[in-house]
């Protein structure tokens, strides 16, 4: 292949030097990708602290901002929350919304305007095991149960007073 002035006509991992593929500085774009993520990958510590530092300026902030508001950024925000809340993958959280059919596991009722995703985890508070997916509105009341210290005979009476009387509903 002939070469183009003084310079190759191929570069270090074989591609065309083009002008389409040569940046300004002379380097290869296809190679320059591999070349940075080398970089990174020999300096993680100095990477790390340069990111920062951007992350902490105003135009940081605002592509952070920015990206978190894409439908990416927030399904990643999503994945990370009940990861680290619950120790849930989102396999795991597809597998428990698969097995309840979508729906609350309580009132077995799913809004059409909710998508599935919006089930909450419901969990015991003591150990952090996770029991099922439930509507806002049911583990919102469980919670509320969950925290009332009368007791579980308190529950008892309380639905029996309720639900047990000649009049009641």
């Known amino acids: 292949m002939p070469s183009i002035g003084f310079r190759k006509a191929v570069c270090k991992r074989g591609h065309p030097r083009t002008p389409e593929n ?8 296809l190679c320059n990708p591999l070349l940075a ?3 990174r990958l020999k300096r993680p510590d100095h990477y790390r602290a340069k990111s920062r530092t951007y992350a902490a300026t105003e135009h940081g902030r605002a592509a952070r901002l920015a990206w978190s508001r894409t439908a ?3 399904r990643r925000a999503w994945d990370t929350k009940i990861r680290l809340r619950y120790s849930l993958t989102r396999d795991a959280y597809d597998a428990l919304a698969l097995a309840s059919q979508g729906r609350c596991d309580l009132s077995r009722q799913q809004d059409e305007n909710t998508p599935a995703t919006r089930l909450d985890v419901e969990h015991c508070h003591k150990n952090n ?3 099922g997916l439930v509507c806002n509105p049911c583990n919102r009341m469980l919670a509320a149960v969950e925290r009332y210290t009368h007791g579980h005979e308190w529950m008892a009476r309380a639905l029996e007073y309720l639900y047990g009387r000649p009049n009641a509903q």
Do not use: F
């Open 22 to 29: 040569v940046k300004p500085s002379n380097n290869c774009r």
């Open 129 to 131: 095991t996770v029991r």
């Open 37 to 39: 993520r080398t970089a």
């Open 72 to 74: 990416k950024g927030k």
